[in-house]
């Protein structure tokens, strides 16, 4: 028995070589995510939802079955109605225990777990960041003819190209610019002919003429980024910021304005400086000739400079 374990386990994946978690690594654990369809692993809990077996080694083979591919066990996942509870509860958390305890006693996934940050969604808190997702969607746009948009981001996150205006892009008429910003939030990367999801590794196939995507409703139930609508929190996020973007810029426009009322009162008191310097006959006329046809006759003109004078 021992030696046809250690025989089996020469085999293995060992541990020694999943100690660091490389891009290899990752790529095979997305390869698993992948294998879980919505119709294939329906209606589990988050205990035991894809990502969590995915992280613990674990390909989904059909309905309710997953397997090992390093040391080849197998769990059927079948789960009692949620009706009854007790029965329900108790089958989530063997099937928990089991994602562990199933694997062969050599086999690496029984150590190892792929790391919770995969799955952890990073806070937009700056204005470079935003930047930076207006750049991709650039870059993005360039790609497709036409981007529209359905679902709930339609009346849930109410960007205006004019709220782009305060960060820098050369595509701001292009309302194209602000579907592609939206797709780019939400996780969504163009690899080939599919876009697909960082985190649920949903892949779609996509038409470059016409693409019609629901930014949201397209990732897969168990999708971190629907988890508590943390896709909201987002929204919330990028909101403030551009509204505090535009604060800063209104208060940027008041105290130009506010330059300009200074600058006013210099010029009025120049005006009467140069009043004061010209001798008034000389001031009246200099008006009066530059006005009109000077047809008045010169003593009505030496008159009025006259009353003008009595009155200084
Ligand atoms: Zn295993
Ligand atoms: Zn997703």
């Not at 509870?85 to 792929?114: G, P, Q």
């Not at 649920?200 to 990732?219: Q, T, V, Y």
């Not at 929204?235 to 300009?260: C, F, G």
Request: contains cysteine; glycine residues 2%.
């Amino acid at each position: 028995m021992m030696l046809k374990d250690s025989k089996f386990s020469s085999h293995l994946l060992h541990l020694s070589q999943l100690q660091t978690i490389n891009h290899k690594t990752l790529d095979e654990y997305r390869d698993r995510l992948k294998t879980y369809e919505d119709y294939l692993w329906f209606g589990k809990p988050d205990r035991i939802s894809a990502i969590e077996c995915a992280r613990r080694g674990w390909t989904c083979q059909n309905n309710d079955l997953i397997k090992c591919a390093n040391c080849h066990a197998e769990i059927i996942a079948q789960l009692p109605s949620v009706l009854n509870i007790h029965e329900y509860t108790e089958r989530v958390e063997n099937i928990a225990r089991s994602l562990v305890d199933a694997h062969h006693r050599y086999c690496v996934w029984k150590f190892m777990i792929i790391p919770e940050s995969v799955i952890q969604l990073t806070d937009i808190y700056s204005n470079e960041t935003i930047n930076k997702f207006v750049k991709e969607a650039e870059e993005f746009l360039l790609q497709f003819q036409q981007i529209d948009l359905v679902g709930q981001l339609k009346t849930n996150f109410q960007i205006e190209a004019t709220d782009f205006d305060l960060l820098s892009s050369s595509y701001l008429n292009d309302p194209r610019l602000l579907s592609a910003f939206k797709i780019l939030v939400f996780y969504w990367k163009l690899k080939g002919s599919s876009l697909s999801c960082e985190k649920c590794c949903r892949e779609i196939s996509i038409n470059r003429n016409h693409l019609i995507l629901d930014p949201i409703a397209s990732h897969r139930a168990w999708c971190p980024i629907l988890k508590n609508e943390q896709w909201k929190k987002r929204i919330e996020q990028i909101e403030t910021i551009l509204h505090a973007k535009s604060r800063h810029k209104l208060e940027e426009i008041q105290s130009i304005n506010d330059h300009t009322e200074q600058i006013l009162p210099d010029i009025i008191s120049t005006q009467n400086l140069f009043h004061e310097l010209i001798p008034s006959k000389e001031y009246y006329r200099s008006c009066v000739q530059s006005t009109y046809v000077d047809n008045t006759p010169s003593s009505e003109l030496e008159h009025s400079t006259n009353n003008s004078k009595s009155t200084e």
